[in-house]
C-alpha cells in the first residue's frame, strides 16, 4: 500500500509503529523507543517519501508576488543606504501586505 506523508501524520503511533514492524530498514530500527516525532521521518525515509509539508496556494500567483518582494527588498536596501526612513517604511508595508496575501492564500 502507498503512503504519503499526509496520511501518514494524520495516523496514531501504534499504527505508525504496525507499519515500521514492516519495514527492513536501517531508519526504523528501534522504532518501538521512538515518539511520533521520530517515527513520522523515520518511516517516510525508508519509504522514500519527501517528509515535508507542502501547502497549496489557491488562486493567487505565487512566483509573481514573491519576484515583486525581491525588487521591494532591493528597493528596502537602497532606502537603508540612502538614509531615506520615509520609503523605507512605505517598501516595508508593501512588503508586508504582499506576504499576508499569501500567507492568507495558503490552504
Do not use: W
Not at 501504534?14 to 526504523?28: F, K, S, Y
Amino acid at each position: 500500500m502507498a503512503h504519503t506523508y499526509e496520511e501518514l501524520a494524520n495516523r496514531t503511533i501504534e499504527q505508525l509503529r504496525e507499519i515500521a514492524q514492516g519495514l527492513d530498514h536501517e531508519a526504523v530500527k528501534g522504532f518501538t523507543q521512538m515518539n511520533k516525532e521520530h517515527l513520522l521521518p523515520a518511516i517516510c525515509k525508508a519509504l522514500g517519501l519527501d517528509a515535508r509539508v507542502h501547502h497549496h496556494v489557491v488562486g493567487l500567483d505565487k512566483s509573481g508576488i514573491k519576484a515583486q518582494i525581491k525588487k521591494l527588498k532591493e528597493q528596502r536596501a537602497k532606502a537603508l543606504e540612502a538614509g531615506d526612513g520615509k520609503q523605507l517604511r512605505t517598501v516595508l508595508r508593501q512588503i508586508h501586505h504582499l506576504k499576508r496575501r499569501i500567507r492568507a492564500a495558503t490552504v
